[in-house]
């Protein structure tokens, strides 16, 4: 996979070398190019942001900057004579309504230019970032990062870019507001990268953890030697050598766990990925 991160303060990313990731790099896993966003101004103070047009408190990032950059990481130019008018607000139609050569053209180049690549950008107001979006985009080939600063960027940036066909996403890592996009930008890469086959020494560790697969619980408690500690023992089943008892254990905590902890996880469980044993609780 290769992964390029855009941001005015590259150097952040400098932490993406050390354990897990680093080792990643160096065995040709991954390589994670960082970028700065200044390098595509031009003009003397290498300003990346403006005033917001309405009004309002704060800078967003202008529009031809990212685009100079994502274009020239997706190896594209651009052509105004190919631009399409999209203040008129026409859709590319879909298959089923082409009705003529023009609309066949127009839904065709609707399809993704850059298969494989997926251009991300973080956003506290977009959809959450899940598990299952890591997973996801761990098959991809490449990802385009884009760190937003101040009030966030031009919202034609990701408009255009979709509309151009680009698989463009944006996503907030939680409900709460960062003061930009690079923090977002290192938990989705490590959440995703992880994920690679090969990262993990031992590949069972993501098969049993949190969040993950149809049954998405919050993993049991995992304790280690000593077994007395401070007054406190490690529950007994565990010590027990009673495989199947200890799977049992681990799942009821699990499923008590997340009821206490977050019902909405519980309230997604289908019925018929509940054993019988679960359904009694
Ligand atoms: N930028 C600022 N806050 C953010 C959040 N919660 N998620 C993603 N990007 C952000």
């Known amino acids: 996979m290769k ?4 941001s005015v303060f590259p150097e952040y990313f400098d932490v993406l070398n050390l354990s897990l990731l680093g080792k990643a790099q160096e065995h040709g896993l991954l390589s994670i190019d960082t970028h700065d966003l200044r ?5 003397v103070h290498h300003s990346v942001d403006d005033t917001p047009i ?3 408190a704060g800078m967003v990032m202008k529009p031809e900057v990212w685009s100079e950059c994502l274009d020239s990481l997706l190896g594209v130019t651009y052509d105004a ?8 607000a026409k859709h590319a139609p879909s298959l089923a309504d082409i009705e003529s050569a023009d609309d066949a053209e127009y839904a065709l180049s609707a399809i993704d230019p850059a298969p494989g690549t997926t251009i991300i950008f973080p956003n506290p107001s977009a959809p959450l970032f899940t598990q299952d979006d890591a997973q996801e985009l761990s098959q991809q080939k490449r990802l385009i990062f884009g760190c937003g600063r101040y009030e966030g960027y ?8 979709s509309a151009q ?3 463009f996403r944006e996503y907030s890592i939680g409900d709460y507001v960062l003061n930009g996009g690079e923090v977002a930008v290192s938990a989705m890469v490590e959440a995703i990268t992880r994920l690679l086959p090969g990262f993990m020494g031992n590949p069972d560790s993501i098969v049993e953890e949190s969040y993950t697969g149809k049954q998405a619980l919050l993993e049991y408690r995992q304790y280690t ?3 007395q500690w401070r007054g406190r023992d490690v529950p007994d089943i565990l010590r027990s050598g009673d495989h ?3 799977d049992r254990f681990r799942r009821d905590e699990a499923l008590v766990r997340t009821a206490n902890i977050r019902p909405d996880l519980i309230e997604q469980l289908r019925v018929e990925d509940l054993d019988k044993v679960d359904r009694k609780l």
């Open 3 to 6: 992964i390029d991160i855009v």
């Open 39 to 43: 390098d595509w101004t031009h003009d």
């Open 54 to 56: 309405g009004g309002g």
């Open 81 to 88: 004579s190919d631009a399409r008018d999209v203040n008129d």
């Open 154 to 161: 031009d919202a034609r940036i990701p408009a255009y870019y």
């Open 165 to 167: 066909g680009y698989d």
């Open 225 to 227: 030697r000593p077994a």
């Open 244 to 246: 199947a008892k200890v």
